[in-house]
């Protein structure tokens, strides 16, 4: 029982920071512009939001300098692809190799540094309840924070009138545009929306995941939260599921290497990326009604005037 | 007042052909003001990164010995890119090259095998890179699924696998318990071209491959039908051009390319297979690309401009302690620089100001 407490409450941390950046990200596409460059956004999140708390002794200010970072570098990419009209794919990528450098180069004096990781709820009474209690009030700000997101965005996506037009935009550009939305304006904001998101993400592996900063750190999380949306067919719902699904299968292979079972752990760490792939296949070929994304997904609008 | 973009009527062919150029002069403009941050003096930097590589000798073969995969994974990659087709594993497949390659340097290693080990080496990295590129390929035409996704995904995968061989069956039982194969047999390396230098075989198999490929875009169908398809996809369709067929066959050109410059890398310049053979040649292949706006022979010289980062970078890091993500922090901008000046390719800026208000009576 203690052992599976304890990979449940790991579960939840793994799986928080894919579902932040996921979050994000799945406002950036419902927007209709697809942004490649989580991973980016995300390392350099981890390395602003490590020297924030390091430099103030405050998990708030890290994780407000890591959203900063993001909406800095989503701002790049905005200016990119919505001002200059550059195709999408290219300036991801372009955003992430930036940002692996970027965060290597802030984060030079980091290593070897540790902070006090980010303290865990204590209700007294409910956090001493037997089994729950600890996974239900135990856990960190951002495990909370990352579900009222999650429930926020889908009650805005679905709920709202913004939410409405957002997703029109996603969908056909010319046609908001006829209806004078403001299209670009609209993904500039879903654009920097998403970056915050990975930014914060990228700030909770250093602020909680592990108290300490290298190099590298997110290790692919940023493009396994751009696989989650395509598994989570754009939808928050589905969303939640994958990335504690994918939380789990981290978590699972960790346990299997540590229990020694035979298998080279190499092959077990590589279990995730596998997993994205598999999944990535059977979720495409499930939908054979046509594609669930957003129709302009990853088109460039350029207004006539 | 505002600044707003339009589409050009035509294409400027001026700023396509001094596009690159702008880029790398902004590039070398922001680079100034960062080594400024950084408290260095920028001139002095500057030199050191481009123009101290270039005054000697060894510098300069080393320029090339880098150069040969960078171009050699870009011109695949270009392949893909002008199909509209998003091959980003290049990494991984560079990886796959490099073990599929070593295999044979491995189980040959102390036999009397003859001349043909290092040939067929080469043939089982460009296969092997062939391979590795097509499971995202397939995936793609079969299942719709993302390529861009999981060509990325498999570079972790490629990635523990080595990692995973040369620390376990492929040690080098004399290694010191180091992850590394042990070095390969004479007959299992790529030979050097001057005797005592650094510059070996895989630099003239870069440059046959750069000819051929810019015979095979600018003067077979498989190359105009490449271009097509990226281009107007639904002229192509009236065309009858396979689009499927042609993710394919660019995933498996440029996994191939891919492959082969791994096993050329291993069996040249390292000399023995290790982790960390690639210091991200498959993602500043990307750069080079699109530096060389997808063109063999533009590819080649972005590929020795970027070789020129690397050096410089390491010698920048040597003689006035620059840190070494400097040189991805340029990568990352100079790309950001050359998709920027690309765009003004295909449209302008206006600047609109708005009429002055003239007041009527009944509008």
Redesign the interface.
């Known amino acids: 029982m203690e052992l599976l407490e304890a990979i449940i409450l790991s579960v939840l941390a793994a799986s928080t920071p894919l579902l932040i950046a996921a979050t994000g990200e799945l406002v950036t596409e419902r927007s209709g512009v697809l942004n490649?460059g989580v991973e980016g956004m995300m390392i350099v999140g981890a390395a602003c939001g490590f020297g924030g708390a390091l430099y103030t002794g405050s998990i708030t200010v890290g994780a407000l300098c890591g959203i900063v970072a993001g909406t800095l570098l989503a701002l790049?990419f905005a200016l990119?692809t919505l001002?200059?009209?550059?195709?999408q794919?290219?300036?991801g990528?372009?955003?992430t190799?930036?940002?692996?450098?970027?965060s290597?180069?802030i984060g030079?004096g980091f290593v070897g540094e540790r902070i006090t990781p980010a303290p865990h709820l204590r209700v007294p009474g409910l956090t001493d309840l037997p089994y729950l209690g600890r996974i239900l009030f135990g856990e960190d700000a951002f495990v909370y924070v990352s579900l009222f997101l999650i429930v926020g965005i889908w009650w805005f996506l679905y709920r709202t009138r913004a939410g409405l037009i957002l997703r029109a935009c996603g969908d056909n550009h010319l046609s908001a545009h006829a209806l004078g939305y403001p299209v670009l304006r609209i993904r500039l904001f879903a654009v920097m929306f998403g970056g915050a998101c990975a930014g914060l993400a990228g700030a909770y592996l250093p602020l909680a995941y592990t108290p300490f900063f290298i190099p590298g750190m997110t290790?692919?999380r940023g493009?396994i939260a751009?696989?989650l949306v395509?598994f989570a067919s754009w939808r928050p719902a589905r969303l939640v599921v994958g990335a504690y699904l994918f939380g789990t299968v981290t978590i699972l292979q960790l346990h299997a290497q540590g229990a020694g079972i035979g298998v080279?752990s190499?092959?077990m760490?590589?279990l995730p990326?596998?997993a994205?792939?598999i999944v990535?296949?059977?979720?495409?070929?499930a939908?054979t009604g046509g594609?669930t994304a957003p129709a302009a997904l990853g088109t460039v609008f350029?207004p006539?005037? | 007042m505002r600044l707003?973009?339009?589409?050009r009527t035509e294409r400027s062919n001026t700023i396509a052909l001094v596009s690159p150029l702008i880029a790398i002069g902004l590039t070398i403009v922001t680079m100034s003001i960062m080594f400024v941050i950084l408290g260095k003096n920028p001139i002095l930097a500057l030199g050191v990164y481009f123009i101290d590589p270039l005054t000697d000798a060894y510098s300069l073969q080393e320029i090339a010995v880098k150069a040969t995969p960078l171009v050699m994974i870009a011109i695949g990659l270009s392949f893909c890119?002008l199909a509209n087709v998003?091959n980003?594993g290049a990494e991984g497949q560079f990886l796959v090259g490099a073990v599929a390659g070593s295999w044979l340097a491995v189980k040959t290693q102390g036999t009397d095998a003859g001349y043909w080990v290092m040939p067929a080496m080469l043939l089982l990295g460009a296969a092997a890179g062939a391979l590795y590129a097509l499971?995202p390929a397939l995936?793609r035409v079969?299942?719709?699924?993302?390529e861009?996704?999981?060509s990325?995904?498999?570079v972790?995968?490629a990635d523990?696998?080595l990692?995973?061989l040369v620390?376990?069956p492929w040690r080098d039982p004399k290694g010191f318990n180091f992850p590394t194969t042990a070095e390969f047999d004479p007959v299992a390396t790529v030979p050097i071209l001057i005797e005592g230098g650094r510059l070996h075989m895989g630099f003239v198999i870069m440059l046959i491959v750069v000819a051929a490929a810019s015979v095979l875009l600018g003067r077979t169908i498989k190359g105009f039908e490449i271009r097509v398809v990226g281009a107007a996809p639904r002229a192509a369709r009236f065309g009858g051009f396979n689009a499927k067929q042609l993710v394919v066959l660019t995933f498996a050109a440029s996994g191939a390319l891919a492959g082969l410059a791994g096993i050329i890398e291993v069996a040249g310049p390292v000399g023995h297979l290790q982790p960390g053979i690639s210091p991200g040649y498959g993602?500043t292949a990307?750069?080079v690309a699109?530096l060389g706006r997808l063109n063999p022979i533009g590819i080649l010289v972005a590929g020795f401009f970027l070789a020129l980062t690397f050096i410089g970078g390491e010698q920048a890091q040597i003689a006035m302690k620059i840190?070494?993500?400097?040189?991805?922090?340029?990568?990352?901008?100079l790309?950001?620089y050359v998709?920027?000046s690309?765009?003004?390719i295909t449209?302008r800026f206006r600047l609109?100001v708005p009429p002055r208000k003239v007041s009527r009576g009944a509008a």
């Open positions: 490649l790049i990119m001002g200059l009209a550059v195709n794919v290219a300036t990528l372009a955003l190799i930036l940002g692996i450098g970027l290597g180069l030079a290790a692919g493009w751009l696989a395509v080279p190499q092959f760490s590589a990326y596998l994205t792939v990535l296949v059977l979720i495409s070929r939908r594609s350029v006539d005037r | 707003v973009l339009e589409k890119y998003w980003i499971i995936c079969r299942f719709g699924a993302s861009i996704l999981t990325l995904m498999l972790y995968v523990l696998f990692d995973y620390r376990g993602f990307i750069i699109f840190p070494l993500d400097v040189t991805k922090v340029f990568q990352g901008i790309l950001f998709l920027a690309d765009s003004m449209y609109i």
